[in-house]
Nanobody, 116 residues
């Protein structure tokens, strides 16, 4: 049974930073591209960053330069370093496979709130 557990969210002031973690258990982790997704209130879930099994990365255009995705295949963990946070980054953040037609069961996500 695959389980994704996201952590590291919280309340941060504009301009602050957070580092999210996503631990995957019970899965063949290192063969898939993994991504971080977010869903803001009243909006659809969107992919914000992805990393291939080999470490190549891709980001939503609006986030380039502020977010950094990384992975540790030995630990079955994906990270998202978020810097220069803005109120519009407020959302629930999730991780999952970032390949068409394949996904794990979604975890509960981790809430990120950017507010002064």
């Amino acid at each position: 049974q695959v389980q994704l557990v996201e952590s590291g969210g919280g309340l941060v002031q504009p301009g602050g930073s957070l580092r999210l973690s996503c631990a995957a258990s019970g899965s063949i982790f290192d063969i898939y591209a993994m991504g971080w997704y977010r869903q803001a209130p009243g909006k659809e879930r969107e992919l914000v960053a992805a990393i291939t099994s080999g470490g190549s990365t891709n980001y939503a255009d609006s986030l380039k330069g502020r977010f950094t995705i990384s992975r540790d295949n030995a630990k079955n963990t994906v990270y998202l370093q978020m810097n220069s946070l803005k109120p519009e980054d407020t959302a629930v953040y999730y991780c999952n496979i970032a390949e068409d037609g394949v996904e794990y069961p979604w975890g509960q996500g981790t809430q990120v709130t950017v507010s002064s």
